[in-house]
């Protein structure tokens, strides 16, 4: 067999059955033997798209997501969608290959340089010989790594015979990354700091879904009579508790901002407490903060913690709740009551200062609209952009796990292709992207790929005609802010044209068609979302 034929076989071994690629003269033989063996070959409409698909297809399964794309352009059109998987450490296998080894071949990359100068991994089958054990290797990479890695397969190589007889019978496992165990003097030293707060809250964030921690991080927070925070990429923990007190940070919400001021000890969960979820630490001023997460990297990488714990979220929660509970504390009766109220405020919450206009809709009383109508259990994705605080906190259907964003690597335009490739997966029936008018409009060929695949999608564009954090930094420098503002083509049209249902939304009334469209949906609905480029919310 040919070592194209090989690298099929060994993928299906390994239980993959979807690969997300565009064709070329580096893998249109792999992609065709992927395919002949029942393999599912998504095509994409650009190789960017391509690797997002495969980053959230693995973000939602828990299971490496695997991407194709050709030597050259193919890879380099892949780099910011492969830094971004890096960056959320995302394991992703990319398969692609070196160009014939001819000095003059204008597609020549070097593709170990390439990969080392992104940080991201990258292996090489050597001979026709060695293409199992190269792969073999790659993969023990991805599990041991959980991120990215480009598998080097060349043309030359990848159309040579081969004489390979057995394939390795292990299978992709589940994406489990592993934890250390925590140690006695930190676990007590956290008990001491949680168990004389008077006015608690946990903030919990990514790390507690991976770890399947929510049950054991409530229970902590009962023991304590804490009110409940999650960072942005702990969207749809919590929901439904009585202190649920939202996204803590930034994108905060009014409502529960005061609590958060007045609290005098946060224990933040599987979350990296980044600058958007800590202001840079000045939230935590005058509090303790305890710090949890299996990465000990992660703990002080952004915010020096008064005590700092490396363990599985669940292990180490549920030692701190079974001996808080031993310590029979005092009921924290007050404390409970206003994270209560707080958060019963939140949910009857209007805009006080309501921006709609005569032809646009004030953007949080468009997600709230939104949310109203989106099926429970959906999966949402979201881009990157200004719309990010007037619709994060607004969003009440996320579940835990079934929630992203493409935040790794701060760029916009990745949302769609992202919501793609959830969808793809099968976690939820209808996969929701929110996006602003410049992401979507980056790349907004991949409506061909969701229409290709009738795949049931929302697509919700913000659209202000304008890329939003430009507009905010230029009026701050004292520039006109219409340099910001960009002119597209008609969204609905566009849309449509492309083959998706699209609709136009304007005031808030214009919801209530969305609901219907939604309880029929058989392939991608595009909301265009008219928003005032003037109204400008913080992040």
Not at 231 to 239: N, V
Not at 267 to 272: D, L, M
Not at 277 to 298: A, C, N
Not at 327 to 353: H, N, V, Y
């Amino acid at each position: 067999m040919k070592v194209y034929e090989q690298v099929a076989r060994l993928l299906s071994r390994h239980s993959v059955d979807t690969m997300f690629g565009l064709l070329g003269d580096a893998n249109m033989y792999v992609c065709s033997a992927f395919e002949a063996a029942g393999g599912r070959l998504v095509r994409t409409s650009h190789e960017a798209g391509a690797v997002s698909m495969a980053d959230t297809y693995a973000r939602m399964t828990r299971r490496w997501g695997v991407a194709t794309v050709t030597h050259g352009p193919g890879l380099t059109n892949a780099v910011t969608s492969l830094v971004e998987a890096a960056r959320f450490q995302s394991p992703v296998l990319v398969i692609t290959g070196d160009t014939p080894a001819e000095a003059t071949h204008m597609q020549r990359l070097d593709i170990a340089a390439l990969c080392a100068s992104v940080g991201v991994a990258h292996e090489r089958v050597h001979r026709p010989d060695t293409a199992e054990r190269d792969f073999a290797r790659a993969v023990q990479r991805l599990k041991s790594t959980n991120a990215p890695v480009v598998l080097n397969v060349p043309i030359p190589i990848s159309s040579s015979q081969t004489d390979a007889a057995g394939f390795p019978s292990t299978s992709f496992a589940a994406w489990a990354p592993s934890a250390p165990h925590a140690d006695e003097e930190a676990v007590d030293a956290a008990l001491g700091l949680a168990a004389t707060a008077s006015r608690p809250v946990v903030v919990a964030g990514r790390g507690v879904i991976e770890s399947g921690a929510e049950a054991a991080v409530l229970d902590l927070a009962e023991a304590l009579g804490a009110g409940l925070f999650t960072s942005g990429l702990g969207l749809g923990l919590f929901r439904g508790h009585p202190r649920h007190l939202g996204i803590m940070g930034s994108i905060g919400h009014d409502e529960a901002t005061q609590v958060l001021m007045d609290s005098d000890c946060v224990i933040a969960v599987g979350t990296s407490l980044n600058k958007y979820t800590s202001f840079g630490g000045e939230l935590f001023e005058g509090k303790s903060l305890i710090h949890i997460d299996r990465d000990p990297v992660k703990l002080g990488w952004f915010v020096a913690p008064t005590c700092a714990v490396a363990g599985d979220a669940r292990a180490v929660t549920a030692l701190m709740a079974d001996s808080i509970r031993e310590g029979q504390l005092p009921d924290k009766k007050q404390w409970k009551q206003r994270c209560d109220e707080a958060s019963a405020a939140m949910a009857r919450w209007t805009p006080p200062d309501d921006r709609t206009g005569a032809d646009t809709i004030d953007i949080r009383l468009a997600t709230q609209r939104l949310d109203a109508v989106l099926p429970p259990g959906c999966t949402i994705v979201s881009d990157v952009g200004r719309f990010i605080a007037g619709s994060w906190p607004y969003i009440t259907k996320a579940t835990p796990g079934k929630f992203t964003a493409m935040t790794g690597f701060g760029s916009i335009g990745l949302g769609l292709a992202g919501g793609i490739g959830a969808a793809v997966s099968g976690v939820s029936d209808v996969t929701v992207v929110l996006a602003g008018d410049g992401g979507f409009m980056m790349n907004v060929s991949e409506l061909a790929t969701a229409v290709r695949e009738r795949l049931p999608m929302i697509i919700a564009v913000y659209n202000d005609s304008a890329y939003g954090a430009e507009y905010q930094k230029l009026l701050n420098e004292g520039f006109p802010a219409q340099h910001s503002y960009n002119q597209w083509p008609d969204v609905t049209r566009t849309a449509a044209g492309m083959g998706c249902h699209a609709l136009t939304i304007r005031k808030p009334e214009d919801f209530e068609s969305v609901g219907e469209e939604i309880a029929r949906l058989s392939g991608p609905l595009v909301l265009d979302i008219h928003l005032d480029p003037t109204h400008h919310l913080n992040f």
